[in-house]
């Protein structure tokens, strides 16, 4: 089977830094991917690892580490337009791209 | 600029109702996906196509059928829709075995009454 854990909820301040972790433990791993996804709105790409360390990407970084099964996202100078879920997900070496998404964080970005 | 189009954003069909769940693509992608998306449950996968006439069922395919004539079009069917089927439907697609991820449409809310 397949299972993804992300934190249900977060909240921070306007300005700080934050981080999501994600856990995975699946049959199969061929990269993981970070999306965002406001409300009511499709979910967008941010971030893709497939090799261990860290890709930064401007006031977002994600972080891999294979051995572990664990990934986190990074936000940085947070912004009130940063509210909103983020999905993990993890691309299953099928052969062709499969994704099995965690259920979503949620960030709240207070003023 | 890439797209996945989804007809309908919003829908409300009545229990028992065929109803059909469109779904274009204009960047000849291989694969193509159809999840829906429940407040705890996340994404769950009901199928997808990696070519053309060629379906494989997800975690979650009860109740649905899909159909992929042509390359850019992949169709969602609900045979005969039921209220647990009230959701967020989200297509998807991707490359065959590239590493962009996946683009997603804007999503079709269904509402089964």
């Known amino acids: ?111 | 600029d890439v797209k996945v189009t989804q007809s309908s954003r919003y829908l409300v069909k009545r229990t028992g109702e065929k109803v059909f769940l469109e779904c274009v693509q204009d960047m000849d992608h291989e694969n193509m996906f159809w999840y829906r998306q429940d407040p705890g449950l996340g994404l769950r996968l009901i199928y997808f196509s990696y070519d053309v006439k060629m379906k494989e069922k997800g975690d979650i395919p009860e109740g649905y059928s899909v159909s992929r004539e042509k390359k850019e079009r992949f169709s969602l069917i609900l045979e005969s829709a039921s209220t647990n089927q009230t959701s967020m439907y989200l297509c998807a697609s991707s490359l065959g075995q590239g590493l962009g991820g996946y683009t997603f449409g804007s999503g079709t809310r269904l509402t089964v009454v």
Not at chain 1, 52 to 79: I, N, T, V
């Open chain 1, 1 to 111: 089977g397949q299972n993804i854990d992300q934190p249900t909820e977060m909240t921070a301040t306007e300005g700080a830094i934050v981080q999501i972790n994600c856990t995975y433990q699946t049959s199969g791993f061929n990269g993981l991917f970070w999306y965002q996804q406001h409300a009511g709105e499709a979910p967008t790409f941010l971030s893709y690892n497939v090799l261990d360390g860290l890709e930064e990407k401007g006031r977002f970084s994600s972080f891999l580490s294979r051995s572990k099964g664990y990934s986190y996202l990074l936000l940085k100078e947070l912004q009130m337009k940063d509210s909103a879920s983020y999905l993990c997900a993890v691309s299953l070496n099928t052969g062709f791209q499969k994704l099995v998404f965690g259920t979503g964080t949620r960030l709240l970005v207070s003023p």
